[in-house]
């Protein structure tokens, strides 16, 4: 997992700290990134993985040849037509590095979700933004938005409106966040969104892997 302190924004250019192995990461700014963007940006990574909730799988890019192979061989299918705006992303890197990436604008993941109305049941890795939103906020765009994770080090915290789900998180293990908890601009998000009659579980859902 990444740390809470990856980015900087400063002069219209994020400054992306990354850490070895794992890092739950986005672009706070409201951008997208193109095939090229990942060629010359992300040269330096061992992976890209992005999540489609279409097709529940995850999709991956790496300049080095070598991994590709692997990736390929495994079913995992090559990124194509770039990252969207608004999107989360898996990087694991060989080592601690800094990424420039050039824009710098304003994103509210609150606003984009608003606006796109409620996304479809399943798993979202989405970017957190810019703007300060919190997880309250988050939830309390839709009933059937279930949960919110955000990474933390090695571990996870977790918010729900749903007492029976608050329960869930606390009995296993996971820091239950507060509702006024605001997402870190330096991370990745994963949002639950599940279907209107959908019942509780004793259980909570957790992120997929890669």
């Known amino acids: 997992?990444?740390?809470?302190?990856?980015?900087?924004?400063?002069?219209?250019?994020?400054?992306?700290?990354?850490?070895?192995?794992?890092?739950?990461?986005?672009?706070?700014?409201?951008?997208?990134?193109?095939?090229?963007?990942?060629?010359?940006?992300?040269?330096?990574?061992?992976?890209?993985?992005?999540?489609?909730?279409?097709?529940?799988?995850?999709?991956?890019?790496?300049?080095?040849s070598g991994i590709t192979t692997k990736l390929s061989?495994?079913?995992?299918?090559?990124?194509?037509?770039?990252?969207?705006?608004?999107?989360?992303?898996?990087?694991?890197?060989?080592?601690?590095?800094?990424?420039?990436?050039?824009?710098?604008r304003d994103f509210s993941i609150k606003d984009?979700?608003?606006?796109?109305?409620?996304?479809?049941?399943?798993?979202?890795?989405?970017?957190?933004?810019?703007?300060?939103?919190?997880?309250g906020e988050i939830v309390s765009l839709s009933a059937n938005i279930s949960a919110v994770w955000v990474s933390s080090g090695s571990s996870w915290g977790v918010y729900s409106s749903d007492p029976d789900t608050q329960k869930a998180i606390t009995n296993e293990g996971f820091t239950l966040l507060e509702s006024s908890y605001k997402m870190p601009s330096t991370s990745a998000i994963w949002v639950h969104v599940v279907d209107s009659g959908s019942s509780q579980s004793s259980r909570v859902a957790t992120p997929p892997s890669n």
Do not use: C, R
């Open 1 to 64: 997992m990444n740390d809470l302190t990856a980015y900087s924004v400063s002069n219209d250019a994020i400054e992306l700290s990354l850490v070895n192995k794992s890092n739950y990461v986005s672009i706070p700014a409201n951008v997208s990134l193109s095939d090229a963007d990942l060629e010359i940006d992300f040269d330096g990574v061992h992976s890209v993985w992005i999540y489609n909730n279409s097709t529940g799988k995850w999709g991956a890019y790496s300049a080095d």
């Open 73 to 104: 061989d495994s079913s995992i299918a090559a990124i194509s037509g770039g990252i969207e705006e608004g999107s989360g992303m898996f990087v694991y890197s060989d080592g601690d590095q800094e990424i420039t990436i050039g824009d710098g």
């Open 112 to 135: 984009a979700l608003s606006a796109g109305g409620t996304p479809a049941s399943g798993w979202h890795l989405l970017s957190v933004g810019n703007q300060g939103d919190s997880v």
